[in-house]
């Protein structure tokens, strides 16, 4: 059981918007930690994709945006296209845990 | 260019210890504010943090995995090392080491190895 919470799976179809949730609690997003998104394609090792709630490294597209409010933080997609089909993970910082990082258990997103 | 590279056996029995050694370029480990860590994923399943080291030395380790964890780095050669004791099936996953930017989020991940337990 992750430490926070995203959904098992999101759809879309290309061109439309998206959304991926990330609950957590007042020991870590909710504390004022920062939330941070990967993007995971199969058989490949994770990407960075928003870091500090809302910033996207060098050559992500702004397509993808991030946001963090109180204990929850979302990854929005917009104009889907099919190579965006991928898990995303979002990661935390939590002070209950002894300053431990965590994830959330991941979000496939399926392009139909 | 930050590269890095995670080395080690594919193939451990139950009880042994695991040791991977992470190889990086690009960076410098006596940086204030860098770091390495250790993430690894069962087959089909989440990413789960392990260990982090930082370039004072300071360490942190997952609570529920602390006991048999233990991570150290060598200036010299550019790598980290990473141990886990007592090994059980449960602990097959694909392990990867990552670069810690000053932030508390990885930028740069190796290619990830997957150590089978059997």
């Known amino acids: 059981q992750s430490v926070l919470t995203q959904p098992p799976s999101v759809s879309g179809a290309p061109g439309q918007r998206v959304t991926i949730s990330c609950a957590g609690s007042?020991?870590?997003?909710?504390?004022?930690?920062?939330a941070h998104w990967y993007q995971q394609l199969p058989g490949r090792a994770p990407k960075l994709l928003i870091y500090?709630?809302?910033n996207r490294p060098s050559g992500v597209p702004d397509r993808f945006s991030g946001s963090r409010s109180g204990t929850s933080a979302s990854l929005a997609i917009t104009g889907l296209q099919a190579d965006d089909e991928a898990v995303y993970y979002c990661?935390?910082?939590?002070?209950?845990?002894?300053?431990?990082?965590?994830f959330g258990g991941g979000t496939k997103l399926t392009v139909l | 260019q930050i590269t890095l590279k995670e080395s080690g056996p594919t193939l451990v029995k139950p009880t042994q210890t695991l040791t991977l050694t992470c190889t990086f370029s690009?960076?410098?480990?006596?940086?204030?504010?860098?770091?390495v860590v250790w993430i690894r994923q069962p087959p089909g399943k989440a990413l789960e943090w392990l260990a982090l080291?930082?370039?004072?030395?300071?360490?942190l380790y997952s609570p529920t995995l602390k006991s048999r964890l233990t991570i150290a780095k060598d200036t010299s050669k550019n790598q980290v090392v990473f141990t886990m004791t007592n090994m059980d099936p449960v602990d097959t996953a694909t392990y990867y080491c990552?670069?810690?930017?000053?932030?508390?989020?990885?930028?740069?991940w190796g290619q990830g190895t997957l150590v089978t337990v059997s």
């Open positions: 990552a670069h810690r930017a000053d932030g508390s989020y990885s930028n740069y």
């Open positions: 690009g960076f410098s480990l006596t940086t204030s504010g860098v770091g």
């Open positions: 080291i930082y370039w004072n030395d300071d360490k």
């Open positions: 007042s020991s870590n997003l909710g504390a004022g930690y920062d």
């Open positions: 500090g709630n809302n």
């Open positions: 990661q935390s910082y939590d002070i209950n845990l002894v300053d431990s990082w965590v």
